[in-house]
């Protein structure tokens, strides 16, 4: 019934549910950034093996780096706004962030 | 390889697992880099060699240590249980997301004859430099733009920390001046004081 491709794909699955997971439930920015990563580094994954079935390997492998440089900016903008948030308000609880209410 | 692939694939779940449920940033931290590098090896067993160092590299690497260097600033801070959204909400989103996807994708992972181990004529390089020089320089824009944002954004927090210094060598300014002060008066008054002994 499964193949080595469907084992990979579930571990694709089991990626993407435990970031939206994280996403949607975790008030800390920082895991805030984590949770995407781990979103991201499905994507990746899902890319790799794309590449893979269809024998576009190359491409796949180019296609996956720019989401890596894109992921990393990511990461990089969001820490240090996670830091500049923790400077100003004292903490890095979303649900504490209302200085953006009107 | 099917043996190996299933440890894989449980691995890198489970580390995310870890990543989400730690206590700890820094731990979470930690979890993050063995998720990286766990799909660096899937990645690796999957034929793409050069975007597995290029993973382990940055994914395991660099990130990790721009999270170890964030959580330092900010420090460790504690979260109550309490979510945005409901828990059984998240629980009926994720599911609902697992089935559509899983029913869409699963089934058409179907093995072809020779297809997995066809060898392309071009390299990653050739294919990089050549065929996506667009994906290049979007990502050269994308590092550019990064570094830039990531500088504007800690710049501010630099701010106060001068404005401190300067204020501290504003005072040290001032301190000399007292002193300097005080000595004149000091020996104005010596200089009156033996007048009027003399007197």
Redesign the interface.
């Known amino acids: 019934m499964f193949?080595?491709?469907?084992?990979?794909?579930?571990?694709i699955?089991?990626?993407?549910?435990?970031?939206?997971?994280?996403l949607?439930?975790?008030?800390?920015l920082?895991?805030i950034?984590?949770?995407l990563?781990?979103l991201v580094?499905g994507a990746?994954?899902a890319f790799?093996?794309a590449?893979?079935?269809?024998?576009?390997?190359?491409?796949?492998?180019?296609?996956?780096?720019?989401v890596?440089?894109?992921d990393?900016?990511v990461?990089?903008?969001g820490?240090?706004?996670?830091?500049?948030v923790?400077?100003r308000l004292g903490?890095?609880?979303?649900?504490e962030l209302t200085s953006l209410r009107g | 390889m099917y043996l190996i692939n299933i440890l894989l694939a449980a691995g890198v779940v489970y580390c995310a697992v870890r990543a989400v449920i730690a206590k700890r940033l820094l731990a979470s931290a930690l979890w993050l880099a063995g998720t990286s590098a766990i799909v660096a090896m899937v990645l690796y067993n999957l034929g793409a060699r050069e975007l597995a160092v290029i993973e382990l590299s940055v994914g395991a690497g660099l990130v990790t240590i721009l999270f170890v260097f964030a959580i330092s600033i900010a420090g460790e801070e504690g979260m109550g249980e309490r979510t945005n959204i409901p828990r059984p909400v998240v629980w009926i989103a994720v599911l609902v997301f697992l089935f559509l996807l899983g029913e869409q994708v699963l089934p058409h992972i179907i093995p072809i004859p020779g297809g997995w181990d066809l060898e392309s004529p071009f390299t990653f390089a050739l294919v990089l430099w050549e065929r996506r020089s667009l994906d290049v320089m979007l990502q050269i824009v994308m590092i550019v733009a990064g570094v830039v944002s990531a500088l504007g954004l800690l710049a501010p927090a630099m701010a106060p920390q001068a404005v401190k210094k300067a204020g501290q060598a504003a005072g040290h300014k001032n301190v000399a001046q007292t002193a300097a002060g005080d000595t004149a008066e000091n020996s104005r008054r010596t200089t009156a004081a033996a007048g009027e002994v003399q007197g």
């Open positions: 193949n080595e491709m469907n084992v990979l794909m579930l571990g699955l089991g990626l993407f549910a435990v970031g939206l997971y994280a949607l439930a975790v008030r800390n920082i895991k950034v984590v949770a990563q781990i580094k990746i994954m790799i093996l590449g893979k079935i269809n024998g576009h390997m190359q491409t796949a492998q180019s296609v996956a780096l720019t890596i440089v894109a990393t900016m990461a990089v903008i820490l240090a706004l996670a830091v500049q923790k400077r903490t890095l609880d979303v649900n």
